[in-house]
Nanobody
Framework: QVQLAESGGGSVQPGGSLRLSCVLS?????????MAWFRQAPGKEREGVAL???????SYAEAVKGRFHISKDDAENKLYLQMDILKPEDTAIYYC?????????????????WGQGTQVTVSS
């Protein structure tokens, strides 16, 4: 069993920053998984934001390139998402996800472990 728990969400003005964290617990470690962040805005489908591979390779959605940075700490079993220059359209519930598979994808169907989500609101 794998459990994921996000934290760090909140409200921020446009142009501001937030850092999301996700802690993994259970019978595996972040070093053995592909980890990712997804988000879901009201009335929209869940979309992939960023992923990080076992070896530390990164991939980002076009909408967040240059503004968001994904990282992980395998010793602490933690995943992070640094979000800078936030925009109102970044408002969503952000989810931490993981997969034991080998396909690196920002498709939600590729992930079999999910956190409960944390709300991010960007508004003036």
């Amino acid at each position: 069993q794998v459990q994921l728990a996000e934290s760090g969400g909140g409200s921020v003005q446009p142009g501001g920053s937030l850092r999301l964290s996700c802690v993994l617990s259970g019978d595996t470690t972040t070093a053995n998984l592909v980890m990712a962040w997804f988000r879901q805005a009201p009335g929209k489908e869940r979309e992939g934001v960023a992923l990080i591979t076992r070896g530390g390779g990164r991939s980002y959605a076009e909408a967040v390139k240059g503004r968001f940075h994904i990282s992980k700490d395998d010793a602490e079993n933690k995943l992070y998402l640094q979000m800078d220059i936030l925009k109102p359209e970044d408002t969503a519930i952000y989810y931490c996800a993981a997969t034991s598979g080998w396909k690196t994808s920002l498709q939600s169907t590729s992930y079999n472990y999910w956190g409960q989500g944390t709300q991010v609101t960007v508004s003036s």
